[in-house]
DNA sequence: TTAGGATTTG
């Protein structure tokens, strides 16, 4: 990002000639508009450009672009300094989809100028300006480029304010385009037909009718509080609008407003159609909709993005989704699930047999079918059989229960689990229930493979080892949250929670609290103490939470998985260890040939310390050819395990994608873009210290490697009435009290961080019943090409000492 | 037309 001077103060004038002689001087032109001619015509040498014409490459001199302002954002403060202010501009003529709008980024003194004038529905014309490529078009739907403007670029703006006080219809310059109106919830009136934006507080997935029709009931809440229920029929199931959970928001056009039992009701009308988005504040603004033609602008992004971060604040949304690993008998529970098989029963059940990749703690029922009646890949069956669950849904969910495809994924509402009555209680099992009836929502959706919970769960379940038993046990969160005996215990502990922070300041207490809000409305960087809850995180899966990160080049990386590091041991092993390079004045070598057909040569080359063999707790061993398993028994004796190959002439560092070191459990990586490596031998400085300690940093400074550090990355979405913001966790050890490089090889340590994450940001609680987090956080500003945008960082701030 | 939120009782 270049920086950009400041620039004198000029006064404001009006002048068209002033620009003409002085335009450096006066770069914001602010021009009126009365019905439909503005008092100065523009200059004549510029030509007007329609939205398709702005393309890279072509010559923009002596041309402008005109547009409406339908959103503009607070003016910011770059890292040098200069001011930034970024308006949207929407090409009415071109009226018809969303990529009619383009982004304008406004540096400097310009930038200032305009923040202070702007309104909504200006006429804006820009001319001298430069054309970028946006980065933001994926994200925002806009033009692929936008328009970068400045003084010092010798742009020049125009702003055609329309009189606030005329009616639309007369600020003719603009030619007005056809704009929905919305109804707020307090303003519905019996026997009309509006449209609506709400966020859905509660609803029924469709279902089949008694009728001719699928229905669904949604019930909307706007920040009237005021509630709507409408009843939606449909004899198209995708016309009715795709709710997948409560939180989600939509927009309603044509419903039916009538009064029922002295409460406004909505019921479908002709012509009825949806929208439907994700709730989550920070998520992409995506409409889930059936139809192909819809309207959809900024300004309803913008409305979507408000009523985000109000019903973050102020509606009661439980948390993350119940997983098996979670459940509790004699509860009900919605889960997020793949369909591996499904069986008839009988005339009123029907079978489903589902995963999500975790173990529910207590025995489950099995539901006796017949092996001809279960449809299902009978290998998969087998495989996941002690991780799948059987539901057993009733009565109206059997149809559609039937009509679902294997592989599918499902979320199934309001299940049921039920404590088996059996005589003797160490025997007894957990049933799942779908019962009849659609009360309280319950009923089975469809997820498309595009939902991002579908995503993660596709995610997890590919990393679900079905070989490995232990992993399956580990899965069951019963067990990590055994130091819970009973839901009393929960409860007290949760309790505590909620009058106390759960999380400390480890400096900075003197600072007095300041609201989100107030943060989300100031400029970046600063800092903040808050006092906020924790809605939700990111990841879920905790294990994805650990990323390595190079202090250098400042990059963050996946840690790689065991089966990358076997092949690349297996790749090693192709080439023999080279007996020119054994035993040297600083290790001892021994070399051996495998029995197996393979014949494989595997060399371990012992680290000596003043001529002689040192105790093997306190030996480095440099090791060719050994296979993962081996490897991996070595550093359970030794101190120190680097896997390394032969050249011709010596020992070099295998690919960095492997680790340069394995200490105990703890893998060490380097970054390939920072490291250099040098020759093996630079270790025997270290061999010929008087007291060799080993220590992983001064190994990788020998040996050229810029050390990747293990660091836990998580977004913590905190809210406090307020407002909503996403605050990223960066921590090697602080804020959990855990060393990130410890926890992957860690049971106990992972058990903690899932205790404590429990207690942040307890399952399946509403929003009241949060505990508080104290924090202290900064905001930065984060700037690539030409996007800027303000992001916060949780520091200073620890896991309170009785909570872990 | 259907359902009109407010858990089955298998």
Not at 79 to 90: C, E, H, I, N, Y
Not at 660 to 671: A, M, R, T
Not at 697 to 717: D, H
């Amino acid at each position: 990002m270049r920086g950009l001077p400041g620039h004198a103060r000029c006064g404001r004038k009006w002048g068209w000639r002033r620009w003409e002689t002085d335009k450096a001087a006066m770069p914001v032109q602010l021009l009126k508009v009365i019905k439909g001619k503005s008092e100065i015509p523009l200059p004549s040498h510029l030509q007007k450009e329609d939205l398709k014409q702005l393309q890279e490459g072509l010559d923009h001199t002596n041309k402008y672009f005109q547009g409406i302002v339908v959103l503009s954002y607070p003016l910011t403060k770059l890292g040098d300094g200069t001011d930034f202010f970024k308006v949207v501009l929407q090409d009415l003529d071109k009226w018809c989809s969303r990529s009619n709008s383009i982004n304008v980024l406004i540096y400097g003194k310009m930038a200032e100028d305009c923040a202070k004038v702007i309104c909504h529905g200006d006429t804006f014309v820009v001319a001298g300006f430069k054309l970028a490529k946006s980065p933001t078009a994926r994200e925002d739907g806009r033009h692929g480029c936008h328009l970068e403007v400045s003084e010092e670029a010798g742009s020049a703006i125009y702003i055609y304010t329309a009189p606030k006080t005329t009616a639309a219809s007369e600020t003719a310059s603009v030619s007005v385009a056809p704009k929905y109106v919305y109804t707020p919830l307090n303003h519905l009136k019996d026997g009309t037909i509006v449209n609506l934006y709400g966020v859905v507080k509660f609803f029924k997935p469709p279902y089949v009718s008694k009728g001719t029709d699928y229905c669904s009931v949604v019930t909307l809440v706007d920040p009237s509080n005021v509630k709507l229920t409408c009843t939606l029929f449909n004899g198209n199931l995708d016309a009715l609008p795709k709710i997948y959970k409560v939180g989600d928001i939509v927009r309603f056009h044509r419903i039916k407003i009538r009064e029922y039992n002295g409460q406004m009701q909505g019921i479908t009308s002709a012509g009825f159609a949806s929208l439907t988005f994700d709730g989550t504040v920070g998520a992409p603004v995506v409409p889930r909709t059936s139809s192909k033609v819809y309207t959809f602008m900024d300004e309803e992004q913008k409305t979507i993005e408000d009523l985000r971060v109000w019903a973050a604040t102020n509606l009661s949304i439980s948390g993350p989704a119940a997983k098996l690993s979670g459940v509790q008998p004699m509860l009900y529970f919605d889960l997020t699930c793949q369909l591996v098989g499904k069986a008839k029963v009988d005339g009123s059940s029907f079978l489903l047999k589902v995963w999500d990749g975790t173990k529910c703690p207590y025995p489950t029922w099995k539901v006796p079918v017949e092996a001809r009646d279960l449809e299902g890949e009978k290998v998969l069956l087998h495989q996941l059989r002690n991780l799948t669950v059987d539901i057993l849904v009733y009565d109206n969910h059997v149809q559609l229960a039937k009509s679902l495809k294997i592989g599918s994924f499902l979320r199934i509402y309001s299940i049921h689990t039920k404590q088996a009555s059996a005589e003797n209680e160490d025997f007894s099992h957990i049933e799942f229930h779908l019962h009849g009836g659609t009360c309280y929502g319950r009923g089975i959706g469809v997820l498309p493979e595009s939902n991002p919970d579908v995503k993660e769960l596709k995610t997890f379940l590919e990393s679900v080892d079905l070989a490995d038993s232990q992993n399956m046990e580990s899965m069951s969160s019963m067990e990590l949250d055994g130091t819970f005996n009973n839901v009393t215990d929960l409860e007290s502990h949760l309790k505590r929670c909620q009058q106390l922070s759960v999380t400390v300041l480890t400096d900075h207490q003197d600072l007095s609290n300041t609201e989100l809000k107030t943060i989300l409305n100031s400029t970046a960087p600063q800092q903040y103490r808050i006092r906020a809850k924790l809605r939700t995180y990111k990841p879920q899966k905790l294990y994805q939470s650990i990323k390595l990160h190079c202090s250098k080049c400042n990059s963050l990386q996946e840690v790689p998985n065991g089966g990358d590091f076997d092949l690349i041991l297996q790749g090693a092993a192709v080439t023999a260890p080279n007996p020119d390079l054994h035993n040297t004045s600083w290790y001892n070598s021994v070399m051996w040939t495998t029995q197996d057909q393979k014949q494989r040569k595997i060399a371990i080359h012992f680290v000596k310390h003043d001529e002689m063999l040192q105790q093997p707790e306190d030996t480095l061993l440099l090791v060719e050819g050994a296979t993962l398993k081996e490897i991996w028994k070595l550093t359970k004796r030794f101190k120190c395990v680097i896997p390394v190959r032969s050249t011709e002439d010596h020992l070099e560092l295998l690919d960095l994608s492997a680790p340069f070191l394995l200490q105990g459990n703890i893998k060490y990586y380097g970054c390939k873009q920072c490291s250099t490596p040098k020759p093996i031998r630079g270790l025997s400085s270290i061999a010929a210290e008087q007291r060799p300690s080993w220590e992983p940093s001064e190994i990788a400074q020998v040996l050229g490697i810029e050390q990747l550090q293990y660091v836990f990355v998580m977004r913590f979405t905190l809210v406090d009435g307020t407002g909503a913001l996403n605050a990223y966790i960066f921590d090697y050890e602080k804020f959990f009290q855990i060393p990130a490089s410890e926890i992957l090889t860690n049971n106990f340590l992972q058990e903690k961080m899932q205790m404590t994450m429990n207690t942040l940001c307890p399952p399946g609680r509403k929003l009241d019943d949060l505990p508080w987090l104290e924090c202290f956080i900064k905001s930065y500003n984060v700037r690539d090409a030409m996007k800027h945008r303000v992001y916060y960082q949780i520091f200073d701030t620890t896991v309170a000492e009785d909570v872990v």
